[in-house]
């Protein structure tokens, strides 16, 4: 039973656009959100976060809104560059210092 | 700040073998988490250790355990390798008591095996 879900395998966007990378969840005890961006032979490195108690977050280009009573997060990265194109996972937990629980991943290619 | 590191790149082993698996967590952070990532997955938590103890572990079976060392240092070991472990192990540093619960990855270990 996956708990977080990431719909989307892939996404093409041209570059200046805006990408939006959408993540649904099960769970109504996840507190805690995160996105990140993983390149090939990488680790995943972290993006950006979101408590459960905020609806929105920004950090420069990249924004994730949460709604929950859809249960339901997105990144938003404006505008999009080619360095951008990755792996982007969603992840969600309980509490802090708890394991993460990952979406299956979106494929986002930036197109100059 | 030293980020978290993992060893070996790269392995290869034949089912039935036995491998350990190393991190360094990043510095000032004291918990590590351990997740394995199959092909065209997200990664799935292991386990997570907190001061040298084991502190949630996720559905995997005791063959695969684990080690924290007082310099928050870890190990993962896998017995008896079965062909479905192929897959990258990350290793995830945080530090317990934070206001979220951020955790920083290491490169990750591919092991496949044959």
């Known amino acids: 039973d996956q708990q977080v879900k990431q719909n989307s395998p892939s996404l093409s966007v041209q570059e200046g656009r805006i990408s939006i990378l959408n993540c649904d969840y099960t769970n109504s005890m996840f507190d805690y959100f995160l996105w990140y961006k993983k390149y090939p032979a990488e680790g995943p490195t972290f993006l950006i976060s979101i408590s459960s108690i905020k609806d929105k977050n920004e950090d420069g280009r990249f924004t994730v809104f949460l709604n929950k009573s859809a249960k339901h997060l997105s990144l938003h990265i404006v505008p999009s560059q080619p360095g951008d194109s990755a792996v982007y996972f969603c992840a969600a937990s309980v509490g802090g210092n708890t394991p993460l629980v990952f979406g299956k991943g979106t494929r986002l290619s930036v197109i100059a | 700040e030293t980020g978290v590191t993992q060893s070996p790149t790269h392995l290869i082993k034949t089912r039935g073998q036995q491998v350990t698996l190393r991190c360094s967590s990043q510095s000032g952070h004291n918990t590590v988490s351990w997740y394995q990532q199959a092909l065209g997955q997200g990664p799935q938590f292991i386990f997570q250790?907190?001061?040298?103890?084991?502190?949630g572990r996720g559905n995997f079976p005791p063959r695969f355990s684990g080690l924290q060392f007082p310099n928050y240092s870890s190990e993962l070991n896998v017995n008896a390798l079965e062909l479905d472990d192929s897959a990258l192990y990350l290793c995830?540093?945080?530090?317990?008591?934070?206001?979220?619960?951020?955790?920083?990855f290491g490169p990750g270990t591919r092991l496949t095996v044959l």
């Open positions: 250790y907190y001061r040298e103890e084991e502190n």
């Open positions: 995830a540093s945080s530090l317990a008591g934070g206001l979220n619960n951020e955790q920083f």
